[in-house]
């Protein structure tokens, strides 16, 4: 069984379950790092709020380094429940 391929999140309700919730946090990391870059552009307007845009660039930049990590993580997981049913099936032979 290959990583990173599309036709196993729909192999059974927890693959779907499984999919959803990283689809989701994947999302939410995105915003946030956007969320981020935004303000921190905003706040560069100002010289009194330098150091805090720097930050907010910084925290920024961490969450769009985390979002090729939700993925890899996710289709570890997934691969794993492909690979319970495999190993039920070489049990039962």
């Known amino acids: 069984m290959k990583m990173f391929r599309n036709e196993r999140r729909d192999?059974?309700?927890a693959h779907r379950r499984l999919y959803a919730r990283f689809e989701l946090a994947y999302t939410?990391?995105?915003?946030?790092?956007a969320?981020?870059?935004?303000?921190?552009?905003?706040?560069?307007f100002?010289?009194?709020?330098?150091?805090?845009a720097t930050w907010f660039f910084v925290?920024?930049?961490?969450?769009?380094a985390a979002k090729p990590s939700l993925r890899l993580v996710?289709?570890?997981?997934?691969?794993?429940?492909?690979d319970v049913k495999?190993?039920?099936s070489r049990a039962e032979n």
């Open 11 to 13: 192999n059974s309700e």
């Open 86 to 88: 495999d190993l039920a």
């Open 28 to 33: 939410v990391v995105e915003f946030m790092a």
């Open 46 to 52: 100002s010289q009194n709020w330098q150091t805090t």
């Open 59 to 64: 925290i920024g930049s961490l969450l769009f």
């Open 74 to 82: 996710r289709e570890i997981k997934l691969y794993r429940l492909g």
């Open 35 to 44: 969320f981020c870059f935004v303000v921190g552009s905003v706040m560069f």
